[in-house]
């Protein structure tokens, strides 16, 4: 019965068919890795040849003070702890210049829900990012905080999308998803956003035409089931907007969290997740195997388990770090080089609408579309 199942369900990843929950399922449950990694691995190979994509970004989290006290979360501070901080308009401006100096082509904004600060203040942040360094695209605010901007404001999503993308919102990164069942969230970030939310916001940002990631939170305290039915309500809404880029999964880190008694996800789960993504998500064109906190290794090896995106040189980042991340804060080019080529896979510098970035000394502009096909917005 399992390998009868397994050799239908290999047989419609071959003819480019679509998996259902079911079987997903069982992938989940019953498949051996290889076999996972063999299936992702052609769906990789459909979509992305063997172009490995990175990018040159710089991390910035302006404030960690936040209202909600999520049982996975490192980073977050109470408004007097003592590590508790928010930064000024200088500090905003000193972090995207030194974006620019580096060559960054995107900065990723992410933060707390600060008790003290209206909606003004974190559409400041993105403005004063953009009036600084134009060129740099923004890639901001969770659809976590995009419901705590509508709260505080009372507007509706799209009313609050609009006045960050008046002020150069770019795009949106694809945090605070989790796993949207009601009941895991119930015991692990209880308060904010729920997956009804998370869905909706986004579908308000592709409506008006902002492109976001979207990622899942694993290795808590979820299973099988709700790994599945999150991936299969993401592959819904693509079908719906065709707004997602790229799909990340996240593996948990538990050092200094509400739940640090469970143990970290192994390596093989964390291929195993990079596999099920890709054979979940037939509608999205990339996985990411985000290397910060996958490590350096297992994101060299996931580019073979169906994986085709490493994410970026990453400066400041403070999210996994807080929780225990052992990677280096950034990786330099020449390392995300070697570890690609390493991999067999050809390096490709994209932006974060997936175009070609090209370089001559200290300058770069972007080309065409990586692969022929795939949709282009404007900045
Ligand atoms: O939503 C928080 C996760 C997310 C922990 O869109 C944790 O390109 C593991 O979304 N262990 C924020 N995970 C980061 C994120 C992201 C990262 C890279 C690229 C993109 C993108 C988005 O980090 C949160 C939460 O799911 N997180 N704490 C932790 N202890």
């Not at 970004?57 to 109470?78: E, G, M, Q």
């Not at 003004?120 to 953009?130: A, E, P, Q, T």
């Not at 980042?317 to 991999?343: C, F, M, N, Q, S």
């Not at 067999?344 to 001559?360: Q, S, W």
């Amino acid at each position: 019965m399992t390998d009868s199942t397994l050799r239908q369900i290999a047989d419609k990843v071959s003819a480019g068919e679509r998996i259902t929950f079911d079987e997903g399922i069982f992938l989940d449950e019953h498949a051996d890795l290889f076999t996972l990694g063999r299936l992702a691995n052609q769906v990789r190979e459909r979509k992305n040849g063997n172009y490995a994509y990175y990018n040159t970004n710089i991390h910035l989290n302006p404030t960690n003070v936040c209202v909600y006290r999520c049982r996975f979360c490192a980073f977050r501070a109470d408004l007097r702890d003592e590590k508790a901080y928010t930064f000024t308009d200088d500090m905003l401006r000193e972090r995207v210049l030194e974006g620019r100096s580096q060559g960054a082509t995107e900065i990723h904004v992410v933060g707390g829900l600060h008790h003290q600060k209206p909606f003004d203040w974190y559409v400041n942040v993105i403005r004063v990012l953009h009036e600084t360094c134009p060129e740099i695209h923004i890639k901001g605010w969770t659809a976590v905080e995009i419901n705590w901007f509508s709260y505080l404001t009372k507007k509706p999503y799209t009313w609050v999308l609009q006045q960050l993308l008046d002020a150069g919102l770019g795009s949106m990164p694809g945090g605070g998803a989790e796993i949207f069942d009601a009941e895991v969230r119930g015991q692990i970030c209880e308060h904010k956003a729920d997956g009804e939310n998370w869905i909706a916001i986004h579908r308000a940002a592709h409506e008006l035409g902002l492109r976001s990631n979207a990622t899942m939170l694993y290795g808590h305290v979820e299973q099988a089931r709700h790994r599945i039915d999150h991936l299969c309500q993401l592959r819904e809404l693509q079908d719906q907007t065709g707004g997602f880029q790229t799909f990340i999964p996240l593996a948990f880190h538990p050092d200094n969290t509400k739940l640090d008694h469970i143990p970290k996800p192994t390596g093989l789960m964390d291929l195993r997740m990079i596999a099920m993504s890709r054979l979940m998500l037939d509608n999205f064109d990339h996985i990411k195997a985000y290397w910060i906190m996958l490590g350096e290794k297992i994101a060299q090896t996931a580019l073979s388990f169906g994986a085709d995106d490493l994410d970026g040189t990453v400066v400041h980042e403070l999210i996994y770090h807080d929780a225990g991340a052992k990677t280096p804060e950034g990786l330099t080019v020449r390392e995300i080089h070697r570890l690609i080529r390493e991999a067999g896979r050809e390096p490709i510098e994209r932006d974060t609408l997936y175009r070609r970035v090209l370089r001559e000394g200290a300058a770069w502009h972007v080309g065409d579309p990586v692969r022929a096909g795939l949709a282009t917005l404007s900045t």
